[in-house]
């Protein structure tokens, strides 16, 4: 396994071959859009007002070791995720429990479902729906065990807004790039190789997903071209993320789209007579197009939703005739409150959803133990584990809400909760941390090259268009199902002083080794 | 024409439009590496000292129009000027009739002629050239008729480092894209058609040059790994230009090719007993590789050379069995004084080289009316041409160095005679000026985008691969020859005040109209 039979990767770089590596990779990455529009910190607005700068996307000079067994399990379970949360998505009752325990602590989601039984109280007029997921996970060894077999573990698993996709394939192609280039040291040939560089085909896939709900719309009812919507955030520095895909889409599928500012969707778009929604491109008012799917790449974390009528455009958008990527039912589903009551311990959950056991029991094999705060049984237990010192120093608390960021660490979970009222304790989790492996290796960020000690997430990217049930069919039924490549992502393990920088992410791909 | 029947081209866009199209483009130009690393006066070099920041190149928001005529006129004949150039380059007595005029006045066309004398002594050991050319072109429109036929007009023959050729793929495709967005207003849409938008493969067709080269090479001698080499200035701000080229030599050709600072030329590379060129990589000191192909796009300039040492450099390279892409020779061939023989009026240079007179004759048509400077009889109606401020308003005043810039024009040259020894002036060449038709187009450079009028020059690139002469075989043979696709560049034509700066040239692509 990585950790045992590769302490030395990635090797020192001499001055000369750090040198070359990265004059390849800053100009490998600009010339192949494998960038981001730089931070301010970097470029402020006023050097830059019209924002025609870039800069590299930060991105790992080496592509990280990842267990075989590990990469491939990930990628042959997502297809039975993505049928998992499907049938979440479609089970409005379930969900309904889930959300009930959350109202009262989190604002967040329970404007997502009043926007849902605003729409439900006129009638949903799409019952197709699109998933475009990324189940993320670390490879876990069990720190109990003296020479423990690598497994995967979920982190989290998100229906709303799945980023990188659209670098992760130029990540892939620069590593693979720089090993053809013969840029990686000499001492790295029995590791670094063409077939242990697994290439991300995730633009082409997520494209080929957004196509596939396009097509499922139809006909035009209103005679207007038709299009996709991409409802982002406006500025966006990860904008080149978002375009590969949309030139994936227009080149590979020929399919035209749009980006629309969430904030501007109720200034752009109209819901006509029988629900079509409407955009009119601010550039050519004589032109409209119906758009047949809206893939949110915005409205996904509560600091989307500004003003109130921020919530007004995303029922707007829920009402409309328009496959939603997702809707909000399906973003529900994403709730850390769905990952919890799956993974808790002798949960009856999972098989609802997911009735072949054998299927069943491959994904509980990738659930991290998690835990309630609540009064159930596993919650009166979480407690206890949480607030004691010794115990809580395998958990991590995330809170509920989407978004990212704000978890609480092993120690600092005690004097956190101590703070806070318990009232407000079912707003988190507890989850057994997961143990990676300890890996090396560089990131290039700002121009900067950091090396140290760090870890990798893999997501691996799914796609699910589904038909909502209903009369006879009331468990609905899958349209389209397929695995969409992978995202690795890399940070510093904050282990190390003057090493990579904690908490930021970097673009990495799989070199994929026996474990 | 487009002078005539489009004068409301491009259309006045309003502010939503010009929005629309800017952010497409801003994007879609860093994503497909339509880029520069930017200026020191928009980004000083303290900012971003490892220079990873990057920025849309210049370019034209719309395609300029171009005579459809005139534009399959310059494909057409790019290999018989390939021809052309090519049988000069290997006469070297002619060419040594041409230098001698030049050595007293032009010391870099004098040092570049002792570099071959140098090469000569020894015995030159490689007799394959190749020439990545391009041929530079205005539209022209005889003033002294009433309802003028478009024709092209040649402003120079490029035989080094002809440029641009990895942008101009790009900005044609990014042309297509804007097209097919529906991003053009309307009102264009007889005019931008996707059957005008003539795509360049500039990116390709100069690759499979360079790969030519790479394989009339042959067989290793050294039994080392071969390659390309491509000889750069240190910074190079148009860096992602070459690399297209680079990538599209391993991903469509399979050849490796490295960079190499010219000033670094000797440390880095040498010849082994047979001459053979050996570069080893600073980064990889194990692994030396055998140069098939040296491609310069550094040394084509005076401002190269700073010491003596990088004469020295020029020669080392010249004597090692690589294939120059171009020779000194093929360089010299390319000098405004070459130009101005074949076009000084009723010239026999011409039938030398193309004994074809249909060819020749077709030629003969792009020539602009060029005469010396001297004493010969073409040279004496000159003086008084250029002398004269009213004759001299329809000429231009042109150095026989290389390297752009310093041109003096129309109503300036009297003056500017004035003050120089007529002993100097045979550096010079007298030009009859092209007329271009008037044209209109926005661009956007550093981020801000200028309106007025432009001129544009077209450049149709030539890919020639031959032998030169010996023994029985004296006039050599031709290998390979072909067209390799086209650069639009343009400028701001100074004829605005406010309009797009004089002088700052941007990349644009053909708009094929019915002349």
Redesign the interface.
Same mark, same amino acid.
Request: hydrophobic fraction near 40%; aromatic fraction near 12%.
């Given at each position: 396994m990585a950790s045992t039979s590769h302490t030395d990767y990635p090797p020192e770089l &001499?001055a000369?071959?750090q040198? =070359?590596? =990265?004059t390849e990779l800053?100009?490998?990455s600009?010339?192949?859009?494998l960038?981001v529009r730089?931070a301010p910190s =970097? /470029?402020q607005q006023s050097?830059?007002? $019209? %924002? /025609? *700068?870039? &800069? &590299?996307a930060p991105v790992t000079v080496f592509p990280s070791l990842f267990p075989r067994t590990c990469f491939e399990d990930g990628l042959s379970i997502q297809r039975a995720y993505n049928e998992l949360y499907s049938a979440i998505a479609r089970d409005e009752q379930w969900l309904q429990g889930i959300v009930e325990e959350l109202v009262d602590v989190d604002d967040f989601v329970a404007k997502l479902w009043q926007t849902h039984l605003a729409v439900k109280k006129e009638g949903y007029v799409q019952d197709v729906s699109l998933g475009l997921f990324r189940s993320d996970y670390m490879v876990h060894e069990d720190p109990s065990q003296s020479n423990p077999a690598p497994g995967l573990k979920q982190v989290e698993f998100n229906t709303i807004a799945s980023s990188f996709g659209g670098l992760s394939s130029q990540v892939s192609a620069l590593h693979r790039y720089l090993l $053809?280039? %013969?840029?990686y040291p $000499?001492s790295t040939s029995s590791i670094i190789k063409a077939d242990a560089l697994r290439q991300s085909q995730s633009t082409s896939q997520l494209a080929r997903g957004l196509a596939a709900g396009h097509k499922a719309y139809g006909e035009s009812r209103t005679r207007r071209p038709l299009c996709v919507l991409f409802v982002v955030q406006d500025p966006e520095r990860n @904008? =080149?993320d978002q375009?590969?895909l949309e030139?994936a889409l *227009?080149e590979e599928n020929g399919v035209?789209s749009f980006r629309l500012p969430f904030g501007r969707t109720l200034e752009h778009t109209k819901l006509d007579g029988n629900r079509t929604l409407v955009y009119s491109?601010?550039?050519?008012s004589? &032109?409209s197009y119906e758009v047949t799917t809206i893939y949110f790449r915005a409205g996904y974390s509560p600091d989307d939703y500004v003003k109130e009528e921020d919530w007004a455009a995303r029922l707007h958008l829920e009402k409309s005739r328009a496959i939603k990527c997702p809707s909000v039912l399906t973003q529900l589903a994403g709730c850390k409150k769905v990952q919890q009551v799956l993974a808790t311990p002798q949960s009856p959950h999972l098989k609802r959803f997911l009735p072949d056991d054998q299927v069943a029991s491959r994904l509980l094999e990738t659930f991290a133990p998690i835990y309630p705060l609540d009064n159930s049984n596993a919650g009166k237990e979480a407690k206890k584990l949480a607030t004691d010192p010794s115990s809580a120093a395998r958990f991590v608390l995330k809170p509920q809400r989407e978004g990212g960021g704000n978890n609480i660490y092993r120690k600092a979970i005690p004097p956190f909760l101590e703070k806070l009222p318990e009232t407000q304790w079912p707003a988190y989790i507890l989850m057994e941390m997961i143990e990676p492996p300890p890996l090396r290796n560089a990131i290039?960020r700002? %121009? @900067?090259l950091e090396r140290g000690g760090v870890i990798c997430e893999l997501g691996v990217y799914g796609v699910c268009l589904w038909r909502d049930g209903s009369g006879k069919n009331q468990k609905g039924e899958i349209l389209e199902n397929f695995d969409a490549g992978y995202l690795l992502r890399t940070k510093g393990d904050q282990s190390e002083e003057g090493g990579v920088a904690a908490g930021f992410g970097a673009v990495d791909s799989c070199c994929l080794v026996e474990s």
């Open positions: &001499t000369e071959e040198n =070359f590596i =990265f800053k100009d490998w600009i010339a192949h859009g960038a730089p =970097f /470029v050097q830059d007002p $019209s %924002g /025609v *700068l870039a &800069t &590299t $053809s280039l %013969g840029a $000499s @904008v =080149f375009r590969h030139y *227009l035209r491109p601010p550039h050519s004589s &032109t290039i700002n %121009g @900067v």
